[in-house]
């Protein structure tokens, strides 16, 4: 049980696109969703948290209209790195929590801007 | 605001042996502390979590202990496995919904 997914795993764009990246609690509902960045050899950054239904509470410093958040549902957030560049180039995980104790983290997705 | 400290940043061990990480928090109000395990490319996997009201927790070769009074909680390995080795996350939270505060990161290796 508890199971995150996230999609795609890994994705290389061009500088200036826009990349969409999907995030699905399988085997539950979750009421909150957390979206992390995380560069090499680091801890997990906080960006945002999102609840269904509800716009994205954003971290400070994290530009809300760069990296749009969507949670649409129970089951699905997304997020959109907009006019993507080199420097946005990252290990992004969300993480989801029925509860709102425990977070069940997807398996990540890379990003390279290139 | 919380802020958590983990030590070591790198742990390496013989197999068979066991492995303890250590963290500290700051906020009296945290009162739960999950442990993650990433492996290389991948997301956190929750292994073990403790919360305030109970002072020691185990499954099978993993344990976590709590001491509130002086703000520290311990991931304990027994007999180590080479694939125990990863990085170790711990983190604090406060009440439901709120963010967890992660520690930086234990690289631990299990040699053969």
């Known amino acids: 049980g508890a199971v995150v997914s996230q999609h795609p795993s890994w994705v290389i764009c061009k500088s200036g696109t826009s990349v969409k990246i999907e995030c699905r609690s399988l085997?539950?509902?979750?009421?909150?969703m957390f979206w992390y960045r995380q560069f090499p050899k680091q801890s997990l950054m906080l960006m945002a948290t999102?609840?269904?239904?509800?716009?994205?509470?954003?971290e400070q410093g994290v530009e809300k209209d760069k990296f749009l958040i969507n949670h649409a549902s129970l089951t699905l957030s997304t997020l959109t790195v907009t006019s993507a560049h080199p420097e946005d180039s990252s290990f992004y995980i969300c993480?989801?929590?029925?509860?709102?104790?425990?977070?069940?983290f997807g398996p990540g997705t890379r990003l390279l801007v290139l | 605001g919380e802020n958590v400290e983990q030590h070591p940043s790198t742990l390496s061990v013989q197999e068979g042996d066991s492995a303890v990480i250590k963290c500290t928090y700051s906020d009296s109000a945290s009162n739960y502390f999950p442990w993650y395990k990433q492996e290389l490319g991948k997301g956190p996997q929750l292994i073990i979590d403790i919360r305030s009201n109970v002072g020691e927790k185990k499954d099978q070769r993993i344990a976590v202990t709590l001491n509130k009074t002086a703000k520290h909680f311990s991931l304990h390995i027994t007999e180590t496995q080479p694939e125990d080795s990863a990085v170790y996350f711990c983190?604090?939270?406060?009440?439901?919904?709120?963010?967890?505060?992660f520690g930086t990161g234990t690289s631990l290796t299990v040699i053969p």
């Open positions: 993480s989801a929590s029925e509860t709102g104790e425990t977070q069940y």
């Open positions: 999102s609840n269904e239904g509800s716009k994205a509470t954003y």
């Open positions: 983190a604090a939270s406060m009440d439901t919904g709120n963010q967890f505060y």
């Open positions: 085997d539950f509902q979750a009421t909150t």
